[in-house]
Antibody, heavy 123, light 114 residues
């Protein structure tokens, strides 16, 4: 059974940093592109970032480009999102998600999602 | 970026009746390589993460009941819940993957019981 477990969320001041983690199990982590998707309170879904199977190719939404960094560690099957210069508008539940199709460079369809971790940005 | 527009924002349907959700993209999602459309549908129940329902506009993900049916092509798509059950109360999102990045989602449609 695929499991994605996010952690690392919490309260941070504007301008601060946070690193989210997503522990993956139940599938061959190295074979799937991965993504982060966020959802502000009471709002819809917003794609944030994605990473290829190798980790060599990364993609970002314009809203986070230059501030967030996605990475993955195949030795411990973990996806990361380093978030710097956080703003009030970054406050959201952050989900990690797995691509449906193995061995793609970019995520297309997200077939498994974690439960999410809440990031609160407030002074 | 491709803009996805869903309608209505919400709808209330009686148990056993049909619920219809529309999704319109700002450009065609038709993928010439396989003659399919790059459109997925997700269901998000309160307090839960999204769940994949359909992809390629009409292919149900594993375990999804057949009362969930996707149709449409080009720029206009529909999700039908043919006989609404109580457990179908949720927000439904469409998402395009024709031109990525970015993945883009519709604004969501909330389905309730009348």
């Amino acid at each position: 059974e695929v499991q994605l477990v996010e952690s690392g969320g919490g309260l941070v001041r504007p301008g601060g940093s946070l690193r989210l983690s997503c522990a993956a199990s139940g599938f061959t982590f190295n074979n799937f592109a991965m993504a982060w998707v966020r959802q502000a309170p009471g709002k819809g879904l917003e794609w944030v970032s994605a990473i290829s199977t190798s980790g060599h190719t990364t993609y970002y939404a314009d809203s986070v480009k230059g501030r967030f960094t996605i990475s993955r560690d195949s030795s411990n099957n973990t996806l990361y999102l380093q978030m710097n210069s956080l703003r009030a508008e970054d406050m959201a539940v952050y989900y990690c998600a797995k691509d449906l199709t193995p061995r793609t460079t970019m995520v297309w369809v997200l077939d498994s999602w974690g439960q999410g971790t809440l990031v609160t940005v407030s002074s | 970026d491709i803009v996805m527009t869903q309608s209505p924002d919400s709808l209330a349907v009686s148990l056993g009746e049909r619920a219809t959700i529309n999704c319109k993209s700002s450009q065609s999602l038709s993928y010439s390589s396989n003659n399919k459309d790059c459109l997925a549908w997700y269901q998000q129940k309160p307090g839960q993460p999204p769940k994949l329902l359909l992809y390629w506009a009409s292919t149900r993900d594993s375990g999804v009941p057949d009362r969930f049916r996707g149709s449409g092509s080009g720029t206009d798509f529909t999700l039908d819940i043919t006989s609404l059950q109580a457990e179908d109360v949720a927000v439904y999102y469409c998402q395009q993957y024709y031109s990525v990045p970015p993945l883009t989602f519709g604004g969501g449609t909330k389905v309730e019981i009348k």
